[in-house]
């Protein structure tokens, strides 16, 4: 007996309906034992033709990403007592998450710089005593006459406000006496290439129920890892380089908060009885005879204010590679700086630091 269309599509969705039960089910049985995947944070796409880019391009794919964990201060940070890899260079990170050794209490002779930021600051690719806060210390300690250690407080893709949370949640375990801020490029980066909770009605309508469901749910942390393994630009437009103007996008910490932060930042320290001082971050941009964007600028002499206004050191990284042979080959890409590039960074630290003690 041949079956009606009707009846084909009855038994059709009862199957079905039988099959995603089963499915949801096992879903429901597994979920529980799942443990969350690593977070992995995009990489920054080079933004400069020729010669550079393809220079850029291949120390970048040997880069890789970095395991990120759930931080519930900042919302992601390092993996606490781990080696992890950047690259080919192992990293280790000591049990409060920041890269380095363990740290014992302070010696009261003991200078201790904490630098906060994003990649540059943790020294993606660059082995930890040729970072440039390690650099500094090195010269300091030579220079001060007293013991000075560079603390190690970047974590990739964090911006301004997540380092305030993350000197707020750690600092007094750090026990610094100087907070270098160095936070750039993680907030001026247009807000695009980060996985968040999308607030686009379409999208919400789609999601919402679907998350009601174990099925969704198991599906989405099995593919996390591919999901999140992303190669993004840090600017949405490829043309205008890093700082870029985009009708399209904004940066992630606008201006204006990012000044707050900036103070806040100062404030913080100086609980913490530390002395503030401020990094201006360098990039190949600035070898541009046109020089960087106007955002770049913008941000960074928004730092230099507020360091004058508080009366903190500014480094000014991007005028000392100028005055002292920088070129694109300081840098792995269009933000990342190489050890060339680290080295000159705690150059400029040291000399800027070492005048105002």
Known sequence: MR?????????ASLVTAALFALVEGVAWRVEPG?????????????????????????????????????????????????????????????????????????????????????????????????VFSSVAAARLTTRWGVPVRGVIGGVPG??????????????????????????LWSDVYKDNGFERPSTSGAVARVKGPLAAFATYRVARTLLAPYLLRQKVGWIASMEGDVGGKDPDGRSRVLLRDYVTNLRALAAEAEKLGARPAFLALPAPVDFDPAGPPDDVREYREAMRTVA?????????????FLAHGGTIGHFADQVHPNIHGHLLIGEAVAATLGAAR
């Open 3 to 11: 079956l009606s269309p009707g009846r084909k599509l009855l038994y």
């Open 34 to 130: 799942l443990v969350p995947p690593e977070r992995t944070l995009p990489l920054p796409r080079p933004g400069q033709a020729g010669a550079f880019l393809d220079q850029a391009a291949r120390v970048r794919d040997t880069l890789g990403g970095l395991p990120m964990v759930h931080d519930d201060a900042t919302g992601w940070g390092l993996p606490a007592d781990r080696i992890v890899m950047s690259g080919s260079v192992p990293c280790r990170i000591n049990t409060l998450g920041l890269r380095g050794p363990d740290l014992a209490p302070r010696p009261p002779a003991e200078e201790r710089i904490l630098t906060l930021g994003d990649s540059t600051i943790f020294g993606d690719g660059v082995p930890e005593s040729q």
């Open 158 to 183: 964090h911006d301004s406000t997540q380092s305030l949370a993350r000197l707020r949640d750690k600092g007094a375990g750090i026990e610094p006496t100087w907070v270098l801020v160095g936070n």
């Open 308 to 320: 004058a206004e508080l009366g903190g050191p500014y480094v000014d990284a991007p005028a000392w």
